[in-house]
């Protein structure tokens, strides 16, 4: 990836909300090379896409945790997830090598919504749970630092 794509990348995750017009600025190209180079990370799939950051205190979901899980019959089939997917309280599902299988990020409004949440977990998906509640969040939603190497090489 070019430098110029990057400090664009870094940009946007910074402030998705960036005008062409401010990125250009920031980048010293015009406004149109900037929204050709966008258009073209989107296509590639380097930005996947725009979304909001939301203040879960505000909207009644102060309480964060993280719930590890992990078959009870590991000769099951591998499909928690799915089995999971419709539970709206889980904001992100990790796939994880060691003791667990998968770590899901939780939040909920209560402890007695975790606790009833941890119930519907266990029910679906048929799995055990250990759960860890977030105290606080000094940080959260960083922009990432694309070093030239890591653009040059995507995984991907």
């Known amino acids: 990836m070019e430098e110029i794509d990057r400090r664009i990348v870094t940009l946007l ?6 005008s062409f017009t401010d990125l250009a600025r920031e980048t010293g190209l015009s406004v149109s090379a900037v929204h050709q ?20 205190d505000a909207i009644g979901l102060p309480l964060t945790a993280f719930v590890s899980i992990k078959p009870i019959d590991p000769a099951a089939p591998d499909d928690a997830p799915d089995r999971l997917a ?10 994880v090598a060691g003791d667990e299988s998968y770590i899901l990020k939780v939040r909920v409004a209560s402890p007695v919504a975790l ?3 941890l119930q519907q977990i266990r029910a679906a998906a048929n799995v055990s749970t250990r759960t860890t509640v977030v105290l606080s969040t000094p940080y959260e939603h960083r922009a990432p630092e694309i070093a030239a190497e ?7």
């Open 13 to 18: 995750a910074k402030d998705g909300r960036m």
């Open 37 to 56: 180079r966008v258009r073209r990370l989107e296509k590639r799939g380097v930005v996947r896409g725009y979304t909001a950051v939301i203040d879960h």
């Open 86 to 95: 419709h539970l709206s309280a889980i904001e992100a599902c990790h796939s």
């Open 115 to 117: 606790e009833d949440l």
């Open 150 to 156: 890591a653009a040059d090489h995507p995984t991907a």
